[in-house]
C-alpha cells in the first residue's frame, strides 16, 4: 500500500508548479485526474518535441496521471467539477489570477459543500497585494525574489539552468497538502492552502538576505564560485581543449591539506595571502593562478584522485548527457521506465521514496485519455458523455 493510495486529487493545472506538485503526489499513489482544455491541453504539452515529439516539460511533470479533456464553457462542465470534487480530497489549481473563483472554485465557495476537501491555489504573488494580477514566469519570479542579483558573473546575471521557482512552489505545495491531509485526519476539516511562488523563492533566498542584513554588502555574483569562500568552484584542468572539475576548500584544515596533497606546495598554506579565508578571497586572482597552473598539468581524472586523497569535496563538471549515464545512478538502479503515448521511456525515481512501498511510475497520459472512462464513473449517460466529448 502506498501512502497516498485512496487518496483522489482533481487538478486545474498548467506549465510547472502545480504540475510538478501533483506528479509527486500521483508518485506517492494518489489518483490525480487533470483536467484539460479540448485539443490544446495543458500548454506544456507544446513548450517543444524534444522528446519523440512530445514536450520535455510535459513528459517530466505529468506522468501517473489521467488527463480529462473539458471545456469550462460547456452547460455541463460545472456538474462535472461537482461531482468530481464529491468524491475528491485535495483540489489543487494555478490558473491564472481570479480564474478559479470565477468557476466558483474557490475554497470560500466549496468549503460548505465540501467540508473535508483540501484547496490548494498557486500563483505567482499571492491572492492579494499590489502584484496580484501580474503575470508570474518563472524568470520573472527568479528576478523579483533577488535571486539574478546573486547568480551569474560580476559582469551580467544569469537565471538557473531550470524552472527553479516553478520547483519551489511546486514542492511546498506537495509538502503542504501532505500536512492539510495529516491534519485532516485529526480534525476531519478540509483547510485551504495559498502557494505564492515569489514566497517560496524568497524563503530559499534566506542565506543572501541575512548575508546582507541592516544594508551590508550583498554576496557578489561570481559564476560558479563561491561568493564568500575560497577555493570553491570551477577549475580548468588539462592542456586545451580543457575540462573542468569543481572543488570546494571549507576550513584552515582542508586548505593546508589542499596545498600538501593537491597543490603539492605546502609553503602555500602559510603564505600570509592565503592563511585565511579571507586573505584568500581578497587574493582569489592569485590564488587562482597558481592553482591553474598545477591543474593544467593534470588531467581530470589525476586532479579528482588528488582531491579525493585529501578528502576535499569535488565533483565532476557533468555534461547533460554524462548525467544520463551517471556512474552512481545506474549503481543505485535510479533509472526504471514509464510507458507514454510515444512509447517507453526512462524516468528517474522519486528521490526518497520510503521503502515500504514501490512509488508509482505509470504512463504519461494522452490529452483527454481518461475522459469517457472518468464520466462513466461520474454517472452521465453516453447521450451526456458523447455531448461533452463534442
Known amino acids: 500500500m502506498r501512502t497516498l493510495d485512496g487518496i483522489t486529487v482533481v487538478t486545474l493545472e498548467h506549465a510547472i508548479a502545480a504540475p510538478f506538485c501533483t506528479r509527486h503526489l500521483a508518485d506517492m499513489g494518489a489518483r490525480v485526474i487533470k483536467i484539460e482544455r479540448p485539443c490544446v491541453g495543458d500548454f506544456a504539452r507544446h513548450y517543444d518535441q524534444r522528446v519523440r515529439g512530445m ?17 469550462l464553457k460547456h452547460a455541463l ?3 462535472v467539477l461537482q461531482r468530481l470534487l464529491k468524491n475528491a480530497d485535495v483540489l489543487v489549481q494555478n490558473l491564472a489570477p481570479g ?41 520573472m519570479i527568479q528576478s523579483e525574489a533577488g535571486f539574478l542579483s546573486v547568480t551569474g558573473t560580476a559582469d551580467e546575471p544569469a537565471k538557473a539552468g531550470c524552472s527553479i521557482a516553478d520547483i519551489s512552489a511546486g514542492m511546498y505545495a506537495c509538502n503542504n497538502i501532505l500536512a492539510a491531509l495529516i491534519q ?27 548575508y546582507s542584513f541592516e544594508g551590508a554588502e550583498p554576496p557578489s555574483r561570481n559564476g560558479a564560485a563561491h561568493a564568500t569562500i575560497y577555493p570553491y568552484g570551477p577549475f580548468p584542468v588539462g592542456p586545451v581543449p580543457q575540462s573542468f572539475v569543481m572543488l570546494g576548500v571549507q576550513n584552515e584544515r582542508e586548505w593546508k591539506t589542499f596545498c600538501e596533497t593537491v597543490l603539492q606546495q605546502p609553503q602555500l598554506a602559510d603564505d600570509t595571502r592565503f592563511n585565511s579565508n579571507a586573505a584568500r578571497l581578497a ?8 592553482i591553474c597552473k598545477v591543474f593544467v598539468q593534470l588531467n581530470q581524472t589525476e586532479v579528482l584522485a588528488r582531491l579525493d586523497e585529501a578528502q576535499i569535496a569535488n565533483a565532476s563538471v557533468n555534461s547533460i548527457a554524462e548525467v544520463w549515464q551517471h556512474p552512481q545512478l545506474l549503481a543505485r538502479q535510479r533509472w526504471v521506465e514509464i510507458d507514454s503515448p510515444v512509447g517507453i521511456l526512462p524516468a528517474l525515481l522519486p528521490p526518497g521514496a520510503p521503502s515500504a512501498f514501490d512509488a508509482r511510475m505509470d504512463p504519461v497520459p494522452g490529452l483527454g485519455q481518461h475522459t469517457g472512462k472518468v464520466l462513466q464513473e461520474l454517472g452521465f449517460t453516453d447521450t451526456e458523455i458523447q455531448s461533452l466529448l463534442s
Not at 514536450?55 to 471545456?71: M, Q
Not at 483540501?118 to 497585494?129: L, T
Not at 587574493?283 to 597558481?290: E, I, V
Request: aromatic share 12%.
Open 184 to 210: 485532516r485526519g485529526r480534525s476531519g476539516k478540509g483547510s485551504h492552502i495559498e502557494i505564492s511562488m515569489l514566497e517560496c523563492m524568497v524563503e530559499w533566498m534566506g542565506y543572501p538576505l541575512y
Open 77 to 79: 462542465s460545472n456538474e
Open 99 to 139: 480564474a478559479a473563483s470565477r468557476l466558483g472554485l474557490s475554497y470560500a465557495a466549496l468549503k460548505e459543500s465540501f467540508p473535508t476537501l483540501i484547496v490548494c491555489d498557486i500563483s505567482g504573488y499571492g491572492d492579494e497585494g499590489p502584484y496580484r494580477d501580474k503575470k508570474a514566469y518563472d524568470l
Open 55 to 71: 514536450s520535455s516539460h510535459f513528459v517530466w511533470t505529468n506522468r501517473s496521471k489521467e488527463s480529462v479533456a473539458l471545456d
Open 283 to 290: 587574493s582569489r586572482t592569485q590564488l587562482h593562478r597558481f
